[in-house]
Nanobody
């Protein structure tokens, strides 16, 4: 069982930045693929970004050039740096870890982009 704890959400004005963190309890964190998803009210949960165990990254088209996913295996933590935030980025952001078909989720952190 892997426990994930997100932090770093909050209220930010359009054009601002936030950095989300996801701390994992996995002993073998480095072999897990890590991802960030988001879910806006009334919408499905969508992939935002993923970073594989090997360090490859992939992003949703809507966040390319603005968001950066990274990981620090020594700290067992994944990050999502979000720049130039837009109101449409408002959602609950969830951390995900995946290994051999098993998925684990954090509790989510709210990001609100508004004046």
């Amino acid at each position: 069982q892997v426990q994930l704890v997100e932090s770093g959400g909050g209220l930010v004005q359009p054009g601002g930045s936030l950095r989300l963190s996801c701390a994992a309890s996995a002993n073998l964190f480095s072999i897990y693929d890590m991802g960030w998803y988001r879910q806006a009210p009334g919408k499905q949960r969508d992939l935002v970004a993923v970073i594989t165990a090997g360090g490859s990254t992939n992003y949703a088209d809507s966040v390319k050039g603005r968001f950066t996913i990274s990981r620090d295996n020594t700290k067992k933590t994944a990050y999502l740096q979000m720049n130039n935030l837009k109101p449409e980025d408002t959602a609950v952001y969830y951390c995900n870890s995946r290994l051999s078909g098993r998925n684990y989720w954090g509790q989510g952190t709210q990001v609100t982009v508004s004046d």
